[in-house]
């Protein structure tokens, strides 16, 4: 497998995602291939589709300004979160923990990071529609068979650092099931799926970086997958709360003596 990052110039609001990177990449001289897959970062879709909010226009409620003081962020932030959140868990200074679209993440997705001074950007609404959207305006302009991978950055219970995060997939499914396979000596296998998809979003995510990179997207090729028609989003990656060891160890329950 091989990956190559693409750079660009900062796409702007209302630019066609597909052109740019098009174009970025007949510059470099990288060409699709069939069977490659475009690893996209969610903060482009994420200005696509406008979401992008200015601190100051957002009005802190009672309860924002209480989590606010409690984790040490701004209060508009604070409420910006409760906006945007399904839960609340708690969280550390400068951070909460919170469940969206699924994802157990950080201040529910919202980040400062290469935003415009004074604003944040959202998590995209659908991401899965826009990597389905994306796939078939590919496809149609370059007449080959492709998939494609939005990205974002998250979190690893107990690791210290970001790894890629894989928000939707179009094109290719975004895990194996390995249950009822045998390993080298024999034994079936029970619980085992491999999250192919957040694997991948890693390796681009490892050239897309976090800060002045200007790298929003990353071609692979020879990735060990079958493309197919699926689209995937968050929903369909994720694990329900009960089945997460993390999520149900940390359940309130009766003690269990050892």
């Known amino acids: 497998m091989k990956l190559f990052p693409i750079k660009t110039d900062i796409i702007k609001q209302g630019e066609n995602i597909v052109d740019a990177i098009l174009k970025a990449m ?14 996209l970062a969610s903060k482009i879709i994420a200005y696509a589709e406008n979401r992008i909010v200015k601190l100051d226009e957002v009005k802190p409620s009672k309860n924002a300004e209480k989590i606010a003081s409690e984790f040490a962020i701004p209060s508009h932030l604070a409420e910006l979160i409760i906006r945007e959140a399904e839960k609340i868990y708690g969280g550390v200074e400068k951070a909460v923990l919170t469940l969206k679209d699924c994802i157990l993440t950080p201040n529910a997705g919202i980040d400062n990071k290469n935003a415009p001074e004074g604003t944040v950007v959202l998590w995209p609404k659908n991401p899965q529609k826009w990597a389905e959207n994306i796939r078939e305006e590919i496809m149609r302009k370059t007449r080959r068979k492709v998939a494609v991978l939005i990205v974002d950055s998250g979190l690893r219970p107990l690791r210290l650092g970001t790894t890629g995060l894989a928000l939707a997939v179009a094109g290719f499914k975004p895990t194996k099931d390995y249950r009822g396979e045998k390993d080298l000596f024999g034994k079936k296998l029970t619980i085992t799926l491999h999250a192919v998809a957040d694997d991948l979003a890693s390796a681009a995510h490892l050239l897309m970086g976090e800060t002045r990179e200007k790298i ?6 020879g990735a060990p997958v079958n493309l197919e028609s699926g689209v995937y989003g968050p929903e369909d990656m994720a694990l329900p709360p009960e089945q997460c060891i993390f999520m149900n160890s940390f359940k309130p329950k009766q003690k269990i003596k050892y």
């Open 26 to 39: 007949e510059k470099q001289g990288l060409v699709l291939d069939e069977g490659d897959i475009l690893a």
């Open 216 to 221: 929003p997207a990353v071609l692979i090729k």
